[in-house]
């Protein structure tokens, strides 16, 4: 439980070229559950590892609980780590893996051996505590990666996807036990993951990085609902929000756009009245797949919504959904289907549209419009 | 620079408080210090000795009236000095190249999951563990014309068969070649043999699938990430090819004449033998020299290049 | 290992015996004439060449050089050098291969302003050519009281040796992902934990192959040990050196032999123990990517 | 007290003989620590007491020769032994020859042990028997000789391609070319004008010339081998001291029957010596010094001197020793000995370090062993060389 | 483009007590796309490594294109691999490991420069072409290591969870290519994924592996909606399908089955005829959570769907939909809400259940009963 603060962390690697983190500044409350996310390479590991202190920060400074750790040794700052690339000890087994940290700290035997069971139940990694590393397949190696962190009771608790090669019945009981321990424990957890549903259901905020600076920082529901910036709106939700380039027009009172099939099939979506400054002027609509779906009753007439014929070009069934690729505006834009509804690739099929969840973009910028 | 190291500078920030802290962060610094301290005295306290020496007009023991550059003018005025550092270079190269070629390609080939490859390993580095006045006297047997291989050819009705270089001024460097690379080169395969067993099998196993035919991944994977174990090889060959003394004098004594001096012979019966001590370190001083200028370039790029590595 | 190790005979691996048999046979025939010499009579070397076998096997030889042959004045054999050598070599080796095997760890993995520079000086240190040193060395152990003690000795050996074992370690720690010790640091553990409990059981092959050279260097010195030891504690090679100088009637190369075997054989019995440790794989999977 | 004595009398006799010494020095009470480093000629033994004394622990004793007495005397490491000379009256019984080179600035510093005499020529009567020739006492006469034993396929000189021994055989014919006079202003005095004059230039072509009369295989040989090879009768003869005898000795061989010794060709009149010599260090232990001076004294005795040249093939140096139980060749060299004392034919052994400085000496051994292994090497330029090599280490 | 077939391959590591691999079988057609999964450890990357010939079976035989490689050499196989370790070759730069491949089989330099040039493109990796891959990312590796493979034209692609490290906007353009790339090419591919929707939308087949043994083999579809035993059923599809007890019974001409509500609400949903045999006995029906919704006006009325009230006990907002906890006779059951349609955990509230798409198994049993 301890309060984390990052206060302007730069950070350019001995022989790069460029700043990898360009000034990060967070305040994690004490027992929250932070996520880290952003595009590949974009200085989410770096971070946790400036962190932990095993990368010198070229400047701004790391306090936990008040206290500067900027230059503090890694084993002062009382902190457990999963390593993106497990980093397990190789000579020695499973079992002596987890029990390190707790070895070091001087635990009694017997607390060790209780705590090494507890963890590998948890992790359903029992049969293999007596196994090297070079001998587990990569899910059960990572597994030991958190089991060597879960053994321990740190202050803070890093997570560098740590969930990544395990399949997804697990992944989701293992997340539930992360859930689990952080409600009991209430330790403050730094977390990266590139799992959507992770990040959302795991998350008291997250932080959107990229390139090294952070975008967004906000709870799971702001960054999915009201992202800050077009990046964000694209980067969080899978398959991504589609933006759609449409004119804002005046028809009589309201504002509206009109949203054109790929056969030139014209349809008009209401505009909401904060839009009026763009009038005559083009801005990107920025929609989520979920929000245009096969006609549902219970949300039609409802006045953000409205239908049209669009063609469908491609379907992607998922299982639960079935995703498919329509085109408005001459724009790609996915949208999600109930399996049942059939729809055939090629052929037009009758769609709705719900806008009370859309955001707008200027055309060409990437801020938000406040809507 | 330094950052492929798990820590940098812990130099900059004066360590907050603790004294317990500030001994942890001077840990690694203070376990280097005997060997720094050794190093002092050792290598560079006795190596500016020597230099002061080679300035000096000392003969019998050292003595420190200064004389300039005299001794090394001396130095090069003298044909068997010269003589010595041709050798040196002929040897040096040599030795290093086949001990190099030799041991590594023993390496791969001990790495091919070898039945009874503890008795072959053994055989291979046994060389080693003679010394070197005993490897140059059985060598000298060997190659003697009239006690060995050539004997043993006559003997076995090849009487056309000729082998006296051990005897012939021109070829005689090379017989100590052969001996040094004999004695020498197993200890390179161990060295190799252990990088090879470091090195993570997955690794080659992308490039087996790849497509590489396995002498191509030992060129392109396997060799390249043993620069380390080059590094080592090579330092430790130039270290014997400097050290190969004992060797010469056991096999020719540095005769015929003179044609199989070493500077390093040289210099010890300039220093000890023959009352020129100052000519004997200014021979020293020269050696250092040399090493430096072709030891300083490889350092740094080997140095280099282990950072990213 | 056992899934790998039934590999079939191909041509590719018949060729692969072939060449390692062959290289044996070029490694074995030297130390075949020594042993062979080594059991021939005096009158055998004369009658018979280098390679033919001995008419009648004796070990006579061995017997005289391990406790009776004479060495300068006294007639005892090379025995008693022996021992002395083992007391030598010993702590040598053990001293200057941990030291070894600190500084490598320090050079490989926690490295500072300076760290690199260093390592290059030190290095540098093996190419002194050893006679270079005798004088001054001579001279401050004289200062430290600890002219002709095995202690003396052993301070030498360490000092030279040193830079061999710093190389052999810091070469092979660079190898070592720096993720592994990053996880033990977080775990806790310090410089000597890590050092420890992470490095060293992985070093096993290195440690052979530190031990096998220092064994052999400081075993088979004979510059260090004639100078900085005195009568009582010379080292075995000086023993043999005198040995083999024994220049006066019949050389006897069978008696030389014999002692140039029995000096030889803790090197191999080294040799023979260090080399069950090169195992394979020791490092692997440890770390992706 | 206790006596350190460091030497290289390894092999068999002389081992004998210092086990000798060493017993009437535990007879007087002390202790002998024996410290012998063979090899090379001393060029080991050298540099441990080098080191020993740049230590501050040198031995009591070492065994130290000709010009390095000096050196050792000079930056004060010896010790004074005139109380022991005066008691033991070694003026008297020392030929001043030998005792000036014990000395430095007229004090006793070190014991002289025996005197050989390098100039030998040793010969196998058998093979000159068989090839019918006579024992060559002239250059001339010994490539005469020579020629014919080689057509008879025997090896006609026996030789070690050491620098040392290659120095033997040439000072050998420089001594007899240039005689003593010139010898001695060559190689002790350093003149270079005889050092470069034509008579060196004609000692240096006889010297060449020796070269087809030595098998290809001398490269590196021992000079023991050599001699065995003229035991076994496989070489008429070999030029070398008389510790050559020593090997005779050792193969049951008796002089006069089974080998002879005669001076090198040309220089029956001279006679070169190499004297072994036992320096004393400064010590600074009471018990041990006396027992330092014991070993001196001893050393000097008439007993010991016997014992110890019989074993070692060489004369005693007290000329007052009884010759009676020494064989011919002893008694022959003892004879030129006193002889060549007086007539100005002794002269000291450049190729073993009593005529000039260790320096010096190594000079001379690049030139001559250089020129003696290049094939078609020039005299006339090698005399120039050898004059300049010889300034430079001045 | 060629034709795998696997003939009861067996595996037993050298040191290990357990079989890993217990007699598969698999035919894969030339140009197929199969996908492996299943749980952590089962096999998966044992069963690629044997194929690649990296490891060496203890039984059964390996045909490509009909001929036997069983004993055949890795480079003889024509297959390009990527690593769930990576391997990538250290001591190479980025650029070098893509080009390995390429320069070994000869390729003149020009079209390797365009290759590797055209991969990086692909992988948006082009900036670091000159790096060591010590210098890069998680995902960044990952990437290369996936250009190693893609630079190749084999017979046959392997890749073991090629994508997991990627964040998720990277993975679905990836899984584009890859997509694309296998239309172009018609390679045979084989690949090991955790992710749902990757595996779903990429593969032609799918098999499911436990244990070392093939549970199911067939298209994305039929696993999904006829899973072939419980197992499966309840490792594919996040979160997984619900299994609710429950007694058949008859009512009048139908048979029926009664649910419970935490609050021991009872609601009657009908049973499809074909469970006649159970009648009075305890089966389990199998559903999965898009099946349990809020009302639906479309699907209202529908003959296998019912409401009914059930009390909500833990909500997760996942963006897209808020997945929900509920509890049916006694058990668990995952939902999926609209985040549209507010619920509060702890409150009931008004559900629709829809069992056209459910399954049933025999209490105790694996297999599935056809119905
Ligand atoms: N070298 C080995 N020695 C012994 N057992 C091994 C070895 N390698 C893997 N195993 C075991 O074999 C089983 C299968 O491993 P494999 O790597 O094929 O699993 P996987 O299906 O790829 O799992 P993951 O999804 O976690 O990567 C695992 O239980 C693993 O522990
Ligand atoms: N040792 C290094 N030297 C130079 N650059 C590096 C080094 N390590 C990482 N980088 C670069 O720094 C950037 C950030 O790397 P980092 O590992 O923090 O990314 P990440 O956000 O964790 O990405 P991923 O999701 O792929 O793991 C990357 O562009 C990477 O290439
Ligand atoms: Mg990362
Ligand atoms: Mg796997």
């Known amino acids: 439980m301890a309060q984390l603060q990052l206060k302007g962390i730069r950070k350019t690697y001995g022989n790069a070229v460029q700043e990898t983190l360009k000034g990060i500044d967070i305040n994690i409350e004490s027992g929250e559950f932070l996520i880290l996310v952003g595009p590949s390479g974009c200085g989410k590991s770096t971070l946790m590892n400036s962190i932990a202190g095993l990368e010198t920060v070229t400047e701004g400074s790391i306090l936990i609980d008040g206290r500067d750790v900027t230059h503090a040794e890694p084993k002062d700052r009382d902190i457990a780590m999963v390593f993106q690339s497990y980093a397990l000890y190789p000579t020695m087994t499973v079992r002596e893996n987890i029990a390190f940290g707790l070895k070091i700290r001087r635990m009694p035997k017997e607390e060790i051996d209780a705590e090494v069971a507890r963890v590998a139940k948890l992790l359903q990694i029992e049969p293999l505590l007596d196994r090297k590393p070079s001998q587990l397949s990569g899910g059960q190696q990572q597994r030991v990666a958190m089991g060597r962190a879960l053994a321990r009771r740190p202050k803070l608790y890093l997570f560098d996807e740590p969930l990544s090669n395990l399949d997804a019945k697990l992944r ?54 009201r992202p800050s910036c077009r990046y964000v709106a694209s ?9 759609i380039p449409l004119k804002v027009e005046r028809d009589g009172g309201n504002l509206r756009a009109s949203l054109r099939s790929a056969d030139d099939d014209q349809m008009y979506v209401p505009l909401p009245e904060k839009l009026a400054a763009y009038e005559g002027k083009e801005i990107h609509l920025g929609i989520r797949p979920e929000h245009i779906t096969q006609p549902l009753a219970h949300k039609a007439g409802q006045e953000a919504t409205s239908s049209g014929k669009f063609r469908i070009e491609v379907t992607e069934p998922t299982g639960p959904d079935v995703m498919a690729l329509i085109r408005i505006n001459d724009t790609e834009v996915h949208c999600r289907l109930d399996p ?32 | 620079m330094a950052h492929s190291g798990v820590v940098s500078e812990t130099t900059s920030q004066p360590a907050r408080g603790r004294l317990t802290q500030r001994l942890q962060q001077w840990l690694p610094k203070l376990a280097l210090a005997p060997t720094a301290a050794m190093a002092l005295v050792g290598i560079y306290g006795f190596m500016f000795w020597t230099g002061v020496l080679s300035f000096t007009g000392s003969t019998f023991l050292p003595s420190y009236e200064f004389v300039g550059f005299d001794q090394y003018v001396r130095l090069f005025g003298n044909a068997r000095w010269l003589t010595a550092c041709t050798n040196l270079a002929i040897f040096g190269f040599l030795f290093i190249f086949c001990c190099l070629a030799i041991g590594c390609f023993l390496a791969i080939l001990l790495d091919q999951r070898i039945r009874n490859e503890g008795v072959i390993r053994t055989i291979y580095l046994y060389p080693l563990a003679l010394s070197m006045i005993v490897t140059g006297t059985v060598w000298q047997w060997i190659l003697n014309p009239s006690l060995g291989l050539e004997k043993l050819m006559h003997d076995w009705g090849w009487t056309s068969f000729q082998f006296d270089w051990l005897t012939n001024p021109n070829m005689v460097i090379y017989t100590i070649v052969i001996a040094a690379v004999w004695q020498a080169s197993g200890f390179v395969m161990a060295l190799f043999l252990a990088g090879l067993r470091g090195i993570d099998p997955a690794i080659i196993n992308a490039a087996r699938v790849d497509g590489a035919s396995l002498p191509r991944i030992y060129l392109r994977i396997v060799l390249p990430s043993m620069r380390p174990v080059f590094f080592s090889s090579v330092m430790v060959l130039a270290h014997i090819a400097i050290k190969s003394f004992d060797l010469v004098m056991a096999m020719t004594s540095g005769g015929p004449g003179y044609a199989s001096d070493l500077p390093a012979m040289f210099m010890y019966s300039f220093t000890f033998t023959r009352g020129q001590m100052g000519l004997g370190a200014a021979s020293s001083i020269m050696m250092l020299a040399m090493l430096l200028a072709i030891l300083v370039p490889y350092l740094y790029s080997e140095l280099r290049g282990q950072r990213n590595g | 290992m056992a899934s790998h190790a039934e590999k079939k005979l191909t041509p590719s691996r018949i060729l692969i015996y072939a060449t390692l048999l062959l290289a044996c046979v070029a490694y074995l025939i030297p130390v075949f004439i020594m042993i062979i010499t080594s059991f021939k009579t005096t009158g055998d070397i004369r009658s018979g060449n280098l390679m033919s076998f001995p008419e009648v096997w004796s070990v006579d030889a061995w017997i005289k050089a391990w406790s009776s042959a004479c060495t300068g004045v006294q007639c005892n054999g090379v025995s008693g050098f022996f021992w002395n050598s083992i007391k030598m070599a010993v702590p040598a080796v053990l001293i200057s291969t941990a030291l070894g095997a600190i ?15 260093f390592f290059s000086l030190l290095l540098f240190g093996c190419f002194l050519p050893f006679q270079v040193i005798l004088l001054p060395m001579a001279a401050t ?15 030498v050996h360490v000092v030279y040796g040193v830079a061999f074992t710093t190389l052999f370690f810091r070469n092979f720690y660079v190898g070592v992902p720096d993720a592994l010790i990053k996880a033990a640091r977080l775990d806790g553990a310090g410089f000597v934990t890590i050092f420890v409990r992470i490095l060293l059981p992985m070093s096993v092959p290195i440690i052979m192959v530190c031990i096998i050279w220092q064994f052999t260097q400081i075993w088979n010195d004979f510059l260090f040990g004639v100078v900085f030891a005195s009568g009582d504690s010379q080292p075995i090679t000086v023993g043999l050196n005198n040995l083999v100088n024994t220049s006066t009637g019949v050389k006897e190369y069978n008696v030389d032999m014999a002692a140039a075997m029995i000096a030889a054989l803790p090197t191999l019995v080294v040799y023979v123990l260090a080399g069950k440790y090169f195992i394979r794989g020791l490092t692997s999977g440890a770390v992706k990517g | 007290g206790q006596v350190e004595v460091l030497h290289w009398w390894t092999s068999g006799g002389e081992a004998k003989a210092m086990g000798v010494l060493k017993e009437m020095m535990e007879e007087q009470g002390h202790t002998w620590k024996d410290f012998a480093v063979a090899g090379g000629g001393g060029e080991a033994a050298m540099t441990v007491l080098k080191t020993r004394a740049v ?68 010969v196998n009567p058998d093979v000159f028997k068989k090839v019918g020739v006579e024992v060559p006492h002239t250059w001339d006469e010994f490539f005469e000789v020579a020629d014919k034993i080689k057509a008879a396929g025997i090896i006609p000189l026996a030789h070690g391609g050491q620098a040392w021994q290659d120095a033997t055989v040439f000072e050998a014919v420089a001594l007899a070319e240039l005689g003593p006079k010139d010898y001695t202003a060559a190689f002790v005095n350093h003149d270079m004008d005889v050092l470069s004059g034509p008579k060196m230039v004609e000692a240096l072509t006889k010297f060449h010339k020796i070269r087809d009369y030595i098998d290809p295989n001398a490269v590196g040989r021992d000079w023991n081998v050599a001699t065995k090879m003229v035991i076994n009768g496989d070489a008429a003869m070999q030029i070398m001291g008389d510790w050559a005898k020593g090997e005779f000795t050792a193969a049951d061989k008796v002089a006069g029957k089974d080998y002879e010794c005669v001076p090198a060709p040309g220089t029956e009149g001279s006679f070169t010596f190499n004297i072994d010599s036992l320096a004393m260090f400064k010590l600074n232990n009471e018990a041990n010094e006396k027992a330092q001076m014991d070993l001196a004294r001893t050393i000097l005795r008439p007993k010991f001197q016997t014992i110890f040249n019989k074993a070692k093939g060489s004369i005693p140096v007290r000329t007052d020793v009884d010759m009676a139980s020494f064989d011919d060749c002893a008694k022959a060299s003892m004879k030129a000995f006193k002889a060549t004392a007086e007539n100005g034919g002794l002269v000291p052994s450049m190729a073993h370090g009593m005529a000039t400085t260790s320096a010096v000496q190594g000079q001379i051994f690049d030139v001559i062993t250089n020129f003696f292994n290049t094939k078609d090497a020039d005299p006339e330029a090698t005399a120039k060389q050898l004059a300049s090599a010889v300034q430079s280490a001045l």
């Open chain 1, 172 to 225: 989701v009981e293992m997340r539930t036990e992360i859930k689990r321990l952080h409600q009991r424990l209430g330790t403050t957890i730094v977390y990266v993951t590139h799992d959507q549903i992770e990040a959302m259901t795991l998350a008291d905020r997250i932080a959107v990085i990229k390139d090294g600076e952070l975008l967004q920082l906000g709870s799971p529901k702001e960054i999915y609902e």
């Open chain 1, 235 to 243: 980067f969080i939700g899978s398959p991504a929000m589609s933006f």
């Open chain 1, 340 to 371: 049942d509804h059939t729809v055939d690739p090629g052929e037009p099929a009758e769609l709705m549209i719900d806008l009370s969840r859309a955001i707008y973009f200027e055309a060409g910028k990437e801020a938000r419009i406040d809507v």
């Open chain 3, 103 to 117: 500084n490598g760890y320090v050079l490989a993995k926690w490295r500072f302003r300076g760290s690199d520079i």
């Open chain 3, 141 to 155: 152990l004289g200062k430290m009281g600890l002219a002709n003690t095995t202690t003396g000795l052993v301070i």
């Open chain 4, 55 to 122: 230590s501050g622990n040198p031995p009591a004793a070492a065994q130290i020769k000709g010009h390095d007495i000096q050196e050792w005397a000079k930056l004060g490491f010896l010790t004074n032994l005139d109380d022991v000379a005066k008691e033991e009256k070694w003026d008297q019984v020392l030929p001043p020859i030998v005792s000036d080179i014990m000395k430095y600035e007229g004090h006793y510093v070190a014991v002289p042990v025996n005197v050989h005499r390098v100039n030998w020529l040793w």
